[in-house]
């Protein structure tokens, strides 16, 4: 560009913007609106400040209210604390399925496991110290009474007995020095050559000489006793069934030392069966009875029923009776089980349960039966046949029971339970 045309300056401001008075003017419009709003709104009206009684009243209340509302929500716990232990307690209490036993049809005989024992049984001990020579019987001998069947060797008791033997002899010395002593005082007493005293004292040395003598000998015996017991015989007729000691082995005298054999006599065997308490009126002393055993198939052996405990078992129900059983060849063992059968005729029903109901115990077979206060009771079981899917009961329950039928393993003896509602039946449509 040349200085002859220099560049114009604008003579005023653009058309959008505002000049200083219009800005001027629109803040004074908004003050004025601004005192005009704050004038049409009401100030709120004074109220004049609360006592301090009403305060205080007003302070208690809010807090009486807070008290209750703590006190609701306390109690509503504790009530539902409550019953949550209730449930908990229902949930561990098991509950149990119950059937009643069922009386079946009353048969003729009466059939009851037993065991077969020895009539008399006995084990052997020494009756002095000292070591086995030899034994003349092992087991399975039968022997007889006073049949000798071991030999002891007793030194010490031997020495005891010649030191006994020995000590006699000076007794008896003693005893004669003292009877012609008192012999002779007694005739210079006669001369009074020799005062009272001293002849009564001669006397009494005399008297004592012969306790002294009595003592002595009863030692002497007793020690000959004790020396004869090195010879063991047999106390009665029967059969060796165990032999413990062998030669060379120390013996010790009286129960404390080792048993030497034990002795059973055979010929007769007892055979004693609890008889349910139904037919404890049935079966008398006298009355035949038959026994079978499993390794005899197709034989009976008769007995004799020959006495009863005369009182029943208050645990069992039962009555226990005994059965003799001649056994002259010796073809029953003792300890052998069998079976006793009874002609008891028709009159007497008898009880099954399931066989789901037992429980396998150390102590025998159990059965829980559920009691009026709600607990289950453990009751030893006497069973008789087995019928497969039931079980006889021949003792032990009542008709009138509630048998708990597929028991728990972790059942206990009066142990809280619960009797499971039987199922409704379905109706046909």
């Known amino acids: 560009m040349s200085a002859d045309n220099p560049t114009p300056k604008p003579d005023s401001a653009p058309a959008h913007r505002k000049t200083q008075v219009e800005r001027d003017e629109e803040i004074e419009a908004i003050q004025q609106q601004s005192r005009h709003q704050h004038a049409e709104v009401q100030r709120p009206p004074e109220v004049p400040p609360a006592s301090s009684g009403r305060a205080l009243l007003v302070t208690g209340i809010v807090l009486l209210l807070l008290v209750l509302a703590g006190g609701l929500t306390l109690f509503e716990r504790i009530a539902r604390g409550r019953v949550l232990a209730q449930e908990t307690e229902q949930a561990s209490v098991p509950i149990v399925a119950v059937v009643h036993p069922t009386l079946e049809k009353p048969d003729s005989e009466l059939v009851l496991p037993a065991t077969l024992q020895a009539y008399q049984e006995s084990p052997i001990y020494a009756r002095t110290n000292g070591y086995l020579v030899r034994w003349t019987r092992d087991i399975g001998s039968k022997v007889k009474k006073g049949e000798l069947l071991a030999v002891i060797d007793t030194p010490e008791i031997d020495q005891e007995l010649s030191q006994a033997r020995a000590a006699r002899q000076q007794v008896l010395a003693q005893l004669d020095l003292a009877r ?61 069934t165990r032999r413990n000691v062998d030669p060379g082995a120390l013996i010790n005298a009286g129960g404390t030392g080792k048993e030497l054999f034990d002795l059973a006599e055979v010929a007769t065997l007892r055979v004693f069966v609890s008889v349910p308490q139904a037919y404890a009126n049935s079966l008398k002393p006298g009355a035949k009875a038959t026994i079978t055993l499993q390794e005899f198939p197709g034989e009976k052996f008769t007995g004799v029923i020959v006495r009863n405990a005369q009182a029943i078992d208050p645990a069992t129900r039962t009555l226990l009776t005994e059965v003799d059983v001649k056994n002259p060849d010796g073809r029953l063992l003792p300890g052998s089980f069998g079976q006793v059968h009874f002609a008891v005729g028709g009159e007497v029903p008898r009880l099954t349960v399931p066989v789901n109901a037992m429980l396998f115990r150390t102590e025998g077979p159990r059965v829980a039966v559920v009691g009026q206060d709600g607990r289950a009771h453990l009751r030893p079981l006497n069973i008789g046949r087995d019928y497969g899917t039931t079980l006889e009961v021949l003792g032990g329950l009542d008709a009138n029971e509630q048998v708990v039928i597929n028991p728990p393993d972790s059942l206990e003896d009066n142990q809280p339970v619960r009797v499971a509602e039987p199922a409704a039946k379905g109706k046909n449509s």
């Open 180 to 240: 012609i002593s008192d012999q002779r005082w007694q005739n210079l007493r006669k001369s009074d050559s020799v005062s009272a005293q001293e002849a009564d004292q001669q006397a009494s040395g005399y008297q004592q000489a012969k306790a002294n003598l009595a003592a002595a000998d009863a030692n002497v015996r007793r020690l000959e006793d004790l020396e004869s017991f090195k010879n063991v015989y047999a106390p009665f007729s029967g059969v060796l």
